[in-house]
Every structure is written in structure tokens, then in C-alpha cells.
């Protein structure tokens, strides 16, 4: 059930991504183009099965270290409101590419984080992690081989 649930929790984030791919907001588009011309590269060549191991590794790990050890270890000595929000803040440091990154990574990780609390499943915010990472990833190869297909 937790899988099941993660897989619907991963909907907001991919709303998100959407919204970060279509916005007209400069800083937001300029990240867009920033991860592409960073990670295009890198990843162009994977596989779909290799970018689903990455997204799947990375969301465990990052899930486990902010929600399961830092959110939690937190929570044992502040309000659970104020564990909630500083393990955002630091999974948007985490992420810090730009300032606008930062930003719409700590507001993920924040929703990851109400996930757990709410669920009290750690597999609920994982799967919704590594489902939007998987999705992110091949949309920017997809992205980047496109681009690279005009340019020849």
C-alpha cells in the first residue's frame, strides 16, 4: 500500500516539474537550462534502466539520510513543525545549484517530509522521490539528445 501511495504522492511533484519546464519566470527557466547543459552530457548515453537505477538509488538514499535519520533525530529534540521545516531547508542546501534551486528543492523536501510525518512510512516518500527523479531524468535526456539531433 505504502508503493501505491507513493506513487500517487509522486503527482504534486510532477506538477512541479511541469510548471519548472513551462514557466515563463526567468530564474527558473535559466536553472532548466543550466541542468540540461550540466547533466545532458553526463547522462545522454543511459539507458532507461540505468537512469531508473540512479533515480531509485538516489531517492532511497536521500529519503533515508533527510527523512529517516535527520527528520526523525530532529523531531527528538524540537517540534515536530520546526523538524519538519529545518530538514527542508537543509535537502534545498543539499541541492544548492542556484539560489532558485535551493528554493524549489527545500519546498520538495518539505512535501517529502509531510509525506513521512503523515504516513509514518518512510517507502511512501521514497517511491514518490524516485518516480519523480526517474521522470525528471528522462525527460532531460530525452531534452538534451533533442537538442544535440537539431544541432547535427
Known amino acids: 500500500m505504502a508503493a501505491i501511495l507513493g506513487v500517487a504522492a509522486s503527482v504534486p511533484l510532477l506538477l512541479g516539474l511541469r510548471w519548472t519546464l513551462t514557466t515563463p519566470v526567468r530564474p527558473v527557466r535559466d536553472l532548466v537550462e543550466l541542468v540540461q547543459d550540466q547533466l ?4 545522454a548515453s543511459r539507458s532507461a534502466t540505468e537512469l531508473a537505477v540512479l533515480a531509485a538509488l538516489a531517492g532511497a538514499a536521500e529519503e533515508i539520510l533527510f527523512r529517516g535519520v535527520l527528520q526523525v533525530g530532529l523531531a527528538r529534540v524540537l517540534p515536530e513543525g520546526l523538524a519538519l521545516v529545518l530538514t527542508g531547508a537543509a535537502f ?7 539560489p532558485t534551486y535551493a528554493l ?8 517529502l517530509g509531510v509525506l513521512f510525518w503523515l504516513q509514518g512510512n518512510l517507502l511512501v516518500p521514497i517511491v514518490a522521490h524516485g518516480l519523480y527523479d526517474f521522470v525528471a531524468l528522462t525527460y532531460l535526456v530525452r531534452r538534451y539528445r533533442a537538442t544535440m539531433d537539431r544541432r547535427d
Open 40 to 43: 545532458g552530457p553526463v547522462l
Open 92 to 98: 534545498g542546501l543539499a541541492h544548492f545549484v542556484t
Open 104 to 111: 524549489l528543492a527545500g519546498l520538495a523536501g518539505v512535501y
